[in-house]
């Protein structure tokens, strides 16, 4: 069955930068969508960023344009999202997901995504 493996995050101060590694288990990765969510308690899971399936291009929601860059290398079944200049509101724990087929659209939304990672922590103290 296809899965994702999350790895890295973790703790940085006010204007630093962490990344997030997430890890297919085939090749199954290049036909998907890799997007990015986050989540605090009690909140909805919240869009971060998606990249289209072949990783040319992505889309990013307004709170972290400009800071974070989403890659996806489908030769090596890895995708990773880059966080810079990090801040406080960034922290809460993320999640990387797969979803759609091949598809030429930008799934903003959860519930597009059939594959989910085990999200990971990420701490940002001022």
Do not use: H
């Not at 400009?66 to 890895?78: M, P, V």
């Not at 030429?104 to 701490?123: H, I, M, N, S």
């Amino acid at each position: 069955q296809f899965q994702l493996t999350q790895s890295g995050g973790g703790q940085a101060q006010t204007g630093g930068s962490l990344s997030i590694t997430c890890r297919a288990s085939d090749s199954s990765f290049g036909r998907f969508e890799l997007g990015w969510f986050r989540e605090a308690p009690g909140k909805e899971r919240e869009f971060v960023g998606t990249m289209k399936w072949n990783g040319q291009t992505a889309q990013y929601a307004d709170s972290v344009r400009g800071r974070f860059t989403i890659g996806k290398d489908n030769n090596a079944y890895i995708g990773y999202l880059s966080m810079d200049n990090l801040k406080p509101d960034d922290t809460v724990t993320y999640y990387c997901a797969a979803g759609g087929y091949y598809t030429d659209l930008y799934y903003r939304r959860a519930e597009k995504y059939a594959f989910w990672g085990q999200g990971t922590q990420v701490t940002v103290s001022s």
